[in-house]
């Protein structure tokens, strides 16, 4: 039976625990708050941008540059984007599950992966599959000059025919409660995103009508497509950090919680064993006045 | 339908009668039910009708997509006219025609830079002074 002192020295080993869970809670959160800010910030232009080359791939023929170019799928390319740091819950392990279910899915088109985050990389390392390019630090904040240059690498890859199609998986910002794994085609560009019905309506009555266009068409997508690129892989990013301080966020709260229920208990545990140690003496006493008398 | 995006924020979205857009070569006047068109912005005003109305909005390059009912502007920044300090457009304006001015001197100048810091200061400038009723332009 442990004693009065043995549980102490647990009860304030908890404590520390506990304090340090609080700090990192209330450090995610205030994190939280500035990167949901640029998380929600990056959608309407993200939205508008991927409205606008999905209505041009309509419009134009697939020729009009190498990144509307259809192919058969032979090669698939995925940009898998993870947090930096553990201790927030099924963040990190979400994204390298739903990974791992990716390639081997697809494992007939001999994919390779784009890293993004020291937490993917590390896992993916032990891993089979073919690492073209490994990106730390990128996805606590999001720079646009990181993000050109992985733009660049993609880019680059599809143009020279090194892979006919690129994903991204990554966590999007649901809430604070929850996170939204989601798995999203970047390349090739598909003139087919219907979302709402409003949207297919419009649709119809717009279609088949060719562009005007005021540049060679050639020059006008050779800027706006590495642009949509760039902003859907920025937006992946953004949605990712706000994502990684949510879950971080709940899993201290929850963790907090549990210390705190683990004190409670250990408390009542500790009076239980003093109280018995109360008991034990005065029947002592009691017992050996008796046998005095 | 008139929408301009910027990678920070959404700066309009909202039913109007007509745009002018700052066009990489030249304005042109869109009215609802144009033929869809695909253009690079330049550096410039642009210019929105609602009602009786104009509305100001300096737009520093991008992208717009011209539908039947929409028009989808993809701006690299933009601010409307009421955000934009005139007094400290002017003083920008002054200053990078300044520079513009002293560097014509320097071999090795930046000129797309410099150009491109007077034309925002002037687009912000002009949409900005424009902002009240409706302009004569001087460019």
């Known amino acids: 039976m442990p004693t009065q002192l043995d549980i102490k020295r647990r009860i304030r080993s908890v404590k520390n625990t506990q304090q340090i869970t609080r700090a990192m809670k209330f450090v995610a959160a205030a994190r939280l708050r500035r990167a949901q800010e640029r998380a929600f910030a990056a959608r309407p232009y993200a939205r508008a941008i991927s409205r606008l080359v999905r209505s041009a791939a309509l419009r134009v023929p697939g020729s009009a540059h190498a990144l509307l170019r259809q192919r058969e799928e032979k090669r698939i390319l995925l940009l898998t984007v993870s947090g930096e740091r553990g201790l927030c819950g099924a963040f990190n392990a979400n994204v390298i599950r739903r990974t791992l279910e990716f390639l081997r899915e697809h494992s007939a088109q001999n994919p390779a992966i784009i890293v993004l985050g020291r937490k993917i990389r590390d896992a993916m390392r032990k891993q089979r599959w073919k690492i073209v390019a490994e990106h730390v630090d990128v996805t606590a904040r999001p720079e646009p000059a990181r993000v050109a240059e992985i733009t660049k690498e993609v880019t680059a890859l599809y143009e020279r025919e090194e892979v006919d199609s690129v994903y991204i998986v990554f966590n999007e910002f649901k809430s604070v409660l929850a996170q939204n794994l989601k798995l999203e085609k970047l390349l090739p560009i598909e003139p087919d995103p219907t979302t709402t019905i409003e949207e297919a309506q419009a649709r119809s009555k717009e279609t088949a009508v060719d562009y005007l266009f005021e540049q060679p068409p050639a020059e006008l997508f050779g800027r706006l497509l590495p642009r949509y690129l760039q902003v859907q892989i920025f937006r992946a990013l953004a949605e990712s950090a706000a994502a990684e301080h949510a879950a971080r966020m709940t899993a201290m709260d929850s963790a907090t919680n549990n210390a705190r229920e683990l004190i409670d208990q250990l408390t009542l545990y500790m009076n239980k064993v003093r109280q018995a140690a109360i008991t034990k003496e005065i029947i002592e006493v009691v017992s050996g006045a008796a046998s005095a008398t | ?139």
């Open chain 2, 1 to 139: 339908m008139l929408e301009v995006v910027t990678p920070e924020r959404e700066v309009v979205r909202e039913s109007v009668a007509e745009v002018q857009l700052p066009g990489l070569s030249g304005y042109f006047g869109i009215l609802p039910g144009h033929t869809p068109l695909l253009t690079e912005l330049g550096i410039g005003p642009l210019i929105y009708r609602k009602g009786a109305e104009n509305a100001f909005i300096a737009v520093m390059g991008g992208f717009a997509e011209v539908l039947p009912e929409r028009v989808t502007v993809l701006a690299a920044a933009a601010e409307r006219s009421e955000e934009i300090d005139a007094a400290r457009a002017r003083a920008d304006l002054a200053e990078a025609e300044k520079k513009l001015a002293a560097s014509s001197a320097d071999p090795n100048t930046d000129w797309d830079a410099v150009l491109k810091s007077v034309a925002s200061a002037r687009a912000r400038l002009e949409a900005a002074s424009h902002g009240a009723p409706i302009a004569n332009r001087e460019t």
